[in-house]
């Protein structure tokens, strides 16, 4: 019988590295109307308002709580709600939100739906170029009445 090569204790090391980095942020995709319940139950989402998140959300992040994305100009989007890195600071709580941007990724909404809500109270949701291109009007909305009996 073999015994185990050098290599195979290396890829061990490494495969429990990537574990022990993973576990920091928990990723939690959503469906629809689960996170349309959360959001309301949990959160104290405007029902007026509820379609319109969700639909910022779907072509946001696509319900993703770990999403990250890249702008052009070399700006960065955090969690479900794409909030960019001009509204929190790298590493510490900061700027518009005082959040830390790494706290706006995954499975611990509540500084991501403050950060979200604050936004949105202060220049809406034409802050999101998601809601902007397929939100905007009021006939590409979600029924959630319908969808989820909300």
Not at 55 to 70: A, F, I, M, V
């Amino acid at each position: 019988m073999r015994k185990p090569t050098l290599s195979l204790f290396y890829f061990g090391l490494w495969a429990s590295s990537v574990l022990v980095l993973w576990q920091g942020v928990e990723c939690k995709i959503y469906l629809r109307c689960e996170l349309a319940r959360k959001l309301r139950d949990q959160y104290s989402f405007d029902r007026s308002l509820l379609s319109n998140w969700i639909c910022l959300l779907e072509h946001e992040s696509e319900l993703d709580t770990t999403k990250e994305t890249r702008e052009e100009n070399g700006s960065i989007n955090y969690g479900l709600f794409q909030i960019n890195s001009a509204y929190c600071q790298e590493a510490r709580p900061g700027r518009f939100c005082n959040v830390a941007c790494e706290k706006l990724k995954g499975d611990n909404l509540a500084e991501s739906v403050e950060c979200a809500k604050k936004i949105q109270a202060e220049r809406g949701f034409r802050n999101w170029k998601g809601w902007k291109r397929f939100c905007s009007n009021p006939q590409n909305l979600p029924d959630l009445k319908v969808a989820c009996g909300i």
